[in-house]
């Protein structure tokens, strides 16, 4: 395995892509998210979005997936303290694939033992590179 770089605070890395399959959104909704929208073709396209939607919780897990994977502290894991705004920016249709931009905003210093590392964590359309997902990750410093 090459060793990862750990990022400093002003650098990006985007992650590799992932496919988002109609059969995993299915699955997942559900299991965890069962509204027409991300399990019934028929009934989507009378409701809001007029098709089968991916949910968000399950965008959201893929975007775990792949920021721990792309390993933007190196060796350090991605402890959570706290998960800002999160901003839906268009539905996730079922086969789009997902990749994740991790950029490292700043640092904040904790009163305690840990200081915090500040990200700006975005989930992209990984063939148009449309933003679909935004959030701010405060993570404990390992």
């Given at each position: 395995?090459?060793?990862?770089?750990?990022?400093?605070?002003?650098?990006?890395?985007?992650?590799?892509?992932?496919?988002?399959?109609?059969?995993?959104?299915?699955?997942?909704?559900?299991?965890?998210?069962?509204?027409?929208?991300?399990?019934?073709?028929?009934?989507?396209?009378?409701?809001?979005?007029?098709?089968?939607?991916?949910?968000?919780?399950?965008?959201?897990?893929?975007?775990?997936?792949?920021?721990?994977?792309?390993?933007?502290?190196?060796?350090?894991?991605?402890?959570?303290?706290?998960?800002?705004?999160?901003?839906?920016?268009?539905?996730?249709?079922?086969?789009?694939?997902?990749?994740?931009?991790?950029?490292?905003?700043?640092?904040?210093?904790?009163?305690?033992?840990?200081?915090?590392?500040?990200?700006?964590v975005e989930t992209l359309d990984a063939a148009s590179g449309d933003t679909l997902i935004c959030q701010r990750w405060r993570?404990?410093?390992?």
């Open positions: 395995m090459v060793e990862q770089k750990a990022l400093r605070v002003g650098e990006s890395v985007t992650s590799r892509s992932a496919r988002l399959t109609r059969e995993a959104a299915i699955g997942f909704a559900q299991e965890f998210d069962p509204q027409p929208m991300h399990i019934d073709q028929t009934a989507a396209q009378d409701g809001f979005f007029g098709k089968l939607v991916a949910s968000g919780w399950h965008a959201l897990a893929v975007t775990m997936r792949l920021a721990v994977e792309a390993r933007p502290f190196g060796d350090a894991p991605l402890i959570g303290a706290e998960l800002g705004p999160i901003r839906f920016t268009q539905p996730i249709l079922p086969e789009t694939d997902l990749c994740v931009r991790i950029t490292f905003e700043s640092i904040e210093e904790g009163q305690g033992q840990h200081g915090y590392n500040l990200l700006k993570m404990l410093r390992a």
